[in-house]
């Protein structure tokens, strides 16, 4: 919450940062995985982990950034989406 307030306009950081900011709250290395999976449970974040390799270093800072974010993709009067589908 603190970096939601100093950084509003953010809405995805690094994995590596979201490290550095748990160790900076005295949270133990081995317990970052577990803290950040209960954000992810509690709805404060998105994180996807091993889950999905290509995302493994993002965390999402807002949960409903990027619902909007395709939501806005998929709504815009443009010839490369038709009934859909990507073109």
């Known amino acids: ?5 100093v950084h509003p306009q953010q809405q995805l950081i690094a994995w590596q940062t979201f490290l550095q900011m748990a160790l900076d709250s005295s949270i133990p290395l081995q ?3 577990s803290a950040a999976q209960f954000l992810v449970d509690s709805g404060e974040l998105l994180y996807f982990g091993i889950r999905v390799p290509a ?3 993002l965390v999402v ?3 409903q950034w990027l619902p909007r974010l395709f939501a806005s993709i ?3 009067k ?3 989406v038709r009934e859909g589908v990507f073109d």
Do not use: A, G, M, N
């Open 31 to 33: 317990d970052v995985p």
């Open 74 to 76: 998929i709504s815009l």
């Open 61 to 63: 800072l807002d949960c």
């Open 1 to 5: 919450e603190q970096y939601k307030r």
């Open 78 to 80: 443009s010839t490369f």
């Open 55 to 57: 995302l493994r270093d």
